[in-house]
Antibody, heavy 118, light 107 residues
Framework: EVQLVETGGGLVQPGRSLKLSCVAS????????MSWTRQAPGKGLEWVAS????????YYPDSVKGRFTISRDNAQNTLYLQMNSLRSEDTATYYC???????????WGQGVMVTVSS | DVQMTQSPYNLAASPGESVSINCKAS??????LAWYQQKPGKANKLLIY???TLQSGIPSRFSGSGSGTDFTLTIRSLEPEDFGLYYC?????????FGSGTKLEIK
């Protein structure tokens, strides 16, 4: 059974940093692209970042480019999202997703909440 | 960016009925449209991709149609577990974008 478990969320002040982790199990992690998607409270879904199975290429929308970095450790079956220069509009539930290239999110974690507020 | 417009915003139906949800892209996305279901306390679920391909394990009462800019998700013979939020998403080009969602409620 595919499982994706996110950790690392919490309350952070604007301008500060936070790093999310996602531990994957139930599939061969290094065979799959992985992604992060987020959902602001009461709002729709927004794709945040993708990484190829080797980690050699990454993709971001303009809203987070230059501030967020997606990375992975295939030996530890773990996906990361480093979030810098956080803004109030980054407040959301962040979901770890397995991705079938390109842009198909076939498994989702339960999500982790990030609140950016002073 | 490709804007995805979903309609209706809310939908109320009874078990056993059929419903349709529409999704319109601001430009052609060929066949590359996916549908997801979101329910409280459960992981989001991929239902349909490439416009009409049923994801493994999804019941055949779910079907998708359309290409270019106009797409439809149809659910036949609604089951109680089908009620929730539905999102469309284009997977044709970066950045991948989602519709604003349709809430399917029990009448």
């Amino acid at each position: 059974e595919v499982q994706l478990v996110e950790t690392g969320g919490g309350l952070v002040q604007p301008g500060r940093s936070l790093k999310l982790s996602c531990v994957a199990s139930g599939f061969t992690f290094n065979n799959y692209w992985m992604s992060w998607t987020r959902q602001a409270p009461g709002k729709g879904l927004e794709w945040v970042a993708s990484i190829t199975n080797s980690g050699g290429s990454t993709y971001y929308p303009d809203s987070v480019k230059g501030r967020f970095t997606i990375s992975r450790d295939n030996a530890q079956n773990t996906l990361y999202l480093q979030m810098n220069s956080l803004r109030s509009e980054d407040t959301a539930t962040y979901y770890c997703t397995r991705e079938r290239p390109r842009g198909l999110f076939d498994y989702w974690g339960q999500g982790v909440m990030v609140t950016v507020s002073s | 960016d490709v804007q995805m417009t979903q309609s209706p915003y809310n939908l109320a139906a009874s078990p056993g009925e059929s419903v349709s949800i529409n999704c319109k892209a601001s430009k052609s996305i060929s066949k590359y449209l996916a549908w997801y279901q979101q329910k409280p306390g459960k992981a989001n679920k991929l239902l349909i991709y490439d416009g009409s391909t049923l994801q493994s394990g999804i019941p055949s009462r779910f079907s998708g149609s359309g290409s270019g800019t106009d797409f439809t998700l149809t659910i036949r013979s609604l089951e109680p577990e089908d009620f929730g939020l539905y999102y469309c998403q284009q997977h044709n080009e970066y950045p991948f974008t989602f519709g604003s969602g349709t809430k399917l409620e029990i009448k």
